[in-house]
C-alpha cells in the first residue's frame, strides 16, 4: 500500500479538483445539457438581470438560451444580491465571447463551475491536508462523492440561489479549516473566511439564518493564539456580519414578503392542524380561510379568491403578525413537531421537486430526473432517518465526541481540536436552529430549496468528524503544519 500512494505524486486537493472538474464539466457543458428547470422562481430574477425567457421554451425542461435586453431596463439590479453579481458576470463574459442578444446559461454554468473547483480545493486542503497516506486518498474520495454529486451541481446551470449557496459553504468551511490547520498566522485565510460569510449571507434572504453558525464558528477563530489584529477587531467584525445579516434578510420586494407571509400561515399553522378553524379563537381571521389550508401564493389550479387580491389582504394577511405565529406554534408543540419532522423527511432530499434536469430533445418527456453521479443523494435519501428528533441526537453525539477529545487534550494545549469543536458546533447548530426558523418564516414552501444548506452543514460536519478520528485528532495530540 505504502508504495501505491508513493507512486501517487498527486496531492489530495489536486486530484480532488481534478475529479470535480471532469465528473462536472461532463454534466453541464456538454450537450445536451443538463441542470433544474425553472419552477416559476426565474422571472424576477432574471428581469433584474437583463434577462428574458424565449417563446420556445418549455416547462419540465432545462432551457440553455434566453434573451438579452438591448435597451433600457428599469428593473435592472433592481434586487442586488451575491448572485446578481455573478449572474452580471456571465453576461458580460456572454456578451463579449458569444452574442448581444442571446444568453447561452453555460457561462452561467462556468462562472460557477470556477468557484466550484476554487472551493473544492479549499475545503480539501483544509480537510485533509497535503500529505500522500492512503488515509488521505481514500478521504479525498470520499469528499468527492459528496461534493461532485449532481444533486449539488445540477443547479449550476440554473438561476437558483442554491448553487452559490452551496459553493460559499465550502470556502466558509474550507478557509476555517486552513486558519485552524496553520500554526503561522496567515491573514489572508482570516479574510478569505470573513469575505465568503459576507458573500453567503448576501446569496438570498434564506441564507442570512446561517448567520447562527458564522457567529459561531467566528468565536473559534477569534479564540486562536497569535490573532491580535483579530482579536482587536472582533466587535466590528461581528457587528458588520450582523449588518450583512440584517440587509440579506430585508432586501426583498413587498411581493415576496407578502408571500412569505401568507404561506407561513397556509402552508405552516395551518396545514399543522386537522381543526384549521381553531384559528379564529385566537385571531381576527374568519373561520372561512381555514379552507387556504395547504394552498400556495400562486395556486397551480383555480383558486375562489387570489391570494394578492384586496379581499384576502384586509380579512385575512393583515389580522396576523410573527408574534401571534410564534405563541401559536408554542401553545401547541407538538403540531410544530410535526412540521419539524416534515422538514427532516425533506432535508436530505436534495432535487427541487417540479423539475426537470435535461434540455429538451426528441422523444424526451419533461420533468425527467438524471440519475448521474447521484450515490451520495441517494444514500442520504433512501437510508437516513427522517425525524428531527434524530437530528437533534446525532447533533448532541457528535459534540458528546468533541468534548471528550476537549477534556483528553486540555492538558496538551491542542488547538486544532478546540478549534474543530467550535466548527462542529457552528455547523450543527445550522442543523438544528435554522428548520424552526424556516417553518415559522416561510411554512412548508419550498422545503428543499431551503433546506439544502441545512444538508451541506450536516454532511461537512461528519466529514470534520471523520477527518478528525482518521488523523487521530481526538485521542491524541497531532502537529499541524
Known amino acids: 500500500m505504502k508504495k501505491i500512494t508513493q507512486s501517487i505524486k498527486m496531492n489530495p486537493a489536486i486530484l480532488a479538483v481534478s475529479l470535480c472538474a471532469l465528473i462536472v464539466g461532463w454534466l453541464i457543458f456538454l450537450t445536451p445539457i443538463h441542470g433544474y428547470s425553472d419552477n416559476g422562481d426565474f422571472q424576477y430574477l432574471m428581469a433584474t438581470n437583463d434577462?428574458?425567457?424565449?417563446?420556445?421554451?418549455?416547462?419540465?425542461?432545462?432551457?440553455?438560451?434566453?434573451g438579452?435586453?438591448?435597451?433600457?431596463?428599469?428593473?435592472?439590479?433592481?434586487?442586488?444580491?451575491?448572485?446578481?453579481?455573478?449572474?452580471?458576470?456571465?453576461?458580460?463574459?456572454?456578451?463579449?465571447?458569444?452574442?448581444?442578444?442571446?444568453?447561452?446559461?453555460?457561462?452561467?454554468?462556468?462562472?460557477?463551475?470556477?468557484?466550484?473547483?476554487?472551493?473544492?480545493?479549499?475545503?480539501?486542503?483544509?480537510?485533509?491536508?497535503?500529505?500522500?497516506?492512503?488515509?488521505?486518498?481514500?478521504?479525498?474520495?470520499?469528499?468527492?462523492?459528496?461534493?461532485?454529486?449532481?444533486?449539488?451541481?445540477?443547479?449550476?446551470?440554473?438561476?437558483?440561489?442554491?448553487?452559490?449557496?452551496?459553493?460559499?459553504?465550502?470556502?466558509?468551511?474550507?478557509?476555517?479549516?486552513?486558519?485552524?490547520?496553520?500554526?503561522?498566522?496567515?491573514?489572508?485565510?482570516?479574510?478569505?473566511?470573513?469575505?465568503?460569510?459576507?458573500?453567503?449571507?448576501?446569496?438570498?434572504?434564506?441564507?442570512?439564518?446561517?448567520?447562527?453558525?458564522?457567529?459561531?464558528?467566528?468565536?473559534?477563530?477569534?479564540?486562536?493564539?497569535?490573532?491580535?489584529?483579530?482579536?482587536?477587531?472582533?466587535?466590528?467584525?461581528?457587528?458588520?456580519?450582523?449588518?450583512?445579516?440584517?440587509?440579506?434578510?430585508?432586501?426583498?420586494?413587498?411581493?415576496?414578503?407578502?408571500?412569505?407571509?401568507?404561506?407561513?400561515?397556509?402552508?405552516?399553522?395551518?396545514?399543522?392542524?386537522?381543526?384549521?378553524?381553531?384559528i379564529a379563537a385566537t385571531s381576527h381571521i374568519d373561520e372561512q380561510f381555514s379552507l387556504m389550508k395547504g394552498r400556495s401564493y400562486y395556486p397551480a389550479a383555480y383558486a375562489p379568491l387570489e391570494p394578492e387580491g384586496h379581499y384576502i389582504q384586509e380579512n385575512f394577511s393583515q389580522h396576523y403578525d410573527l408574534p401571534w405565529l410564534l405563541l401559536e406554534y408554542t401553545e401547541h408543540p407538538h403540531q410544530f413537531s410535526l412540521l419539524l419532522d416534515k422538514s427532516a423527511k425533506n432535508m436530505m432530499v436534495l432535487r427541487p421537486k417540479l423539475t426537470g434536469t435535461r434540455e429538451k430533445q426528441a422523444g424526451g418527456k419533461p420533468f425527467q430526473k438524471t440519475r448521474y453521479f447521484s450515490l451520495f443523494s441517494y444514500i442520504a435519501g433512501t437510508y437516513y432517518p427522517k425525524t428531527y428528533g434524530f437530528n437533534c441526537?446525532?447533533?448532541?453525539?457528535?459534540?458528546?465526541?468533541?468534548?471528550g477529545g476537549l477534556i483528553r487534550e486540555s492538558s496538551k494545549q491542542n488547538q486544532a481540536v478546540k478549534s474543530h469543536f467550535w466548527l462542529v458546533l457552528g455547523l450543527l447548530s445550522v442543523?438544528?436552529?435554522?428548520?424552526?426558523?424556516?417553518?415559522?418564516?416561510?411554512?412548508?414552501?419550498?422545503?428543499v430549496i431551503h433546506m439544502l444548506p441545512v444538508a451541506v452543514c450536516l454532511s461537512l460536519s461528519s466529514f470534520i468528524l471523520l477527518s478528525d478520528v482518521v488523523q487521530h485528532r481526538l485521542w491524541r495530540n497531532r502537529d499541524v503544519t
Open 431 to 447: 442543523v438544528v436552529l435554522v428548520p424552526p426558523v424556516v417553518i415559522v418564516l416561510y411554512g412548508t414552501a419550498n422545503f
Open 393 to 403: 441526537l446525532l447533533a448532541f453525539a457528535i459534540m458528546v465526541i468533541y468534548c
Open 51 to 66: 434577462l428574458y425567457g424565449l417563446p420556445h421554451a418549455k416547462a419540465g425542461y432545462v432551457v440553455q438560451h434566453y
Open 68 to 278: 438579452l435586453m438591448k435597451y433600457y431596463n428599469p428593473l435592472h439590479l433592481n434586487h442586488l444580491t451575491t448572485q446578481s453579481a455573478v449572474i452580471q458576470i456571465a453576461v458580460g463574459l456572454n456578451r463579449l465571447l458569444y452574442s448581444q442578444t442571446i444568453f447561452d446559461v453555460r457561462f452561467l454554468g462556468a462562472v460557477h463551475y470556477v468557484l466550484y473547483l476554487g472551493g473544492v480545493a479549499v475545503l480539501v486542503k483544509g480537510l485533509i491536508g497535503n500529505e500522500n497516506r492512503l488515509r488521505n486518498y481514500l478521504m479525498t474520495v470520499a469528499v468527492v462523492i459528496f461534493v461532485a454529486d449532481s444533486s449539488f451541481t445540477l443547479y449550476f446551470n440554473s438561476f437558483y440561489p442554491q448553487a452559490l449557496a452551496f459553493i460559499l459553504l465550502l470556502y466558509l468551511v474550507g478557509f476555517a479549516l486552513l486558519i485552524i490547520r496553520y500554526k503561522t498566522v496567515n491573514n489572508w485565510l482570516t479574510v478569505g473566511f470573513y469575505v465568503s460569510a459576507i458573500l453567503l449571507l448576501m446569496v438570498h434572504e434564506s441564507t442570512s439564518l446561517l448567520i447562527i453558525g458564522i457567529v459561531i464558528i467566528s468565536v473559534g477563530i477569534l479564540l486562536l493564539p497569535s490573532r491580535q489584529w483579530i482579536h482587536g477587531s472582533a466587535a466590528v467584525v461581528t457587528c458588520l456580519l450582523l449588518f450583512t445579516c440584517w440587509v440579506s434578510a430585508n432586501n426583498i420586494t413587498r411581493e415576496v414578503r407578502a408571500v412569505n407571509k401568507y404561506q407561513a400561515v397556509t402552508q405552516g399553522r395551518l396545514l399543522a392542524t386537522s381543526h384549521p378553524e381553531s
